[in-house]
């Protein structure tokens, strides 16, 4: 019998905001598999490492961050390769993803590689978008509102347009695009509107108006924009 694949959201940094699922899981796996940015240690491994038990067998991806696709794609492929063997060994694999696995989660790169050979559970997480809604005191929707999550990384005109036809914006992966965006929102004439948060829910957290945002912002990192006053009232 092969093993099982199961992919754990462990939320946004705060290792409290795990599911009682995903701590129960990683407590009683055999392995482990977790992303790393290249020469890093593990940001999920970081969050889930009270539970994660003494001789553990541990699969570390390192991921590069660059913009080609190639080299992740590479590295997600070997990834792949070594928790295979371990499934068709049959030791069931617990796969770590911050947040939650399917939403731009890093997990769902393992998924479409390995779900027509084994089985494979997904256990959803809590996201760095209602994380920082709650850190910044920001309702994001209410009645028939609509959220529209857009990547930083978009560009300037395509950003623009986005916004101006959205109700509520969250705009994730604001890293080194921070000036690109805050550009597009004060043209808008809705800075007054907008919050800034990053490392939502860590010791180092931060979350400001955006008025009064840093000048860089590290890849964990969001914008919140509502427009309107307290339409959920």
């Known amino acids: 019998m092969s093993g099982k694949l199961i992919g754990v959201g462990v939320g946004p940094g705060d290792p409290e905001l795990m599911t009682l699922k995903a701590h129960r899981l990683i407590a009683a796996a055999k392995v482990v598999a977790y992303p790393a940015l290249a020469g890093t240690e593990s940001f999920a491994r970081a969050i889930a490492a009270d539970a994660i038990a003494p001789g553990c067998h541990e699969i570390v991806m390192n991921v590069p961050m660059t913009p080609a696709r190639e080299p992740a794609q590479s590295a997600y492929d070997d990834g792949a390769a070594k928790i295979a063997t371990e499934l068709d060994a049959g030791r069931d694999v617990v796969c770590l993803c911050e947040g939650d696995p399917f939403f731009y989660g890093s997990f769902m790169y393992l998924y479409a590689r ?20 709650a850190r910044a005191g920001m309702p994001l929707a209410a009645r028939n509102e609509r959220l529209t999550v857009l990547p ?26 921070l000036s690109k965006i805050r550009a597009v929102i004060d043209a808008l004439g809705l800075t007054a509107q907008a919050m800034y948060i990053e490392r939502a829910s860590l010791a180092d957290e931060v979350v400001l108006p955006l008025s009064d945002a840093p000048e860089k912002a590290p890849y964990f990192s969001m914008i919140l924009l509502t427009k309107g006053a307290d339409p959920w009232l």
């Open 114 to 133: 390995l779900k027509g050979r084994f089985e494979v559970e997904v256990v959803p997480g809590v996201t760095s978008i209602t994380t920082c809604a």
């Open 152 to 177: 930083g990384p978009l560009p300037e005109d395509e950003l623009r347009a986005r916004i101006e036809g959205a109700e509520s914006v969250a705009i994730m992966k604001v890293g080194r695009h």
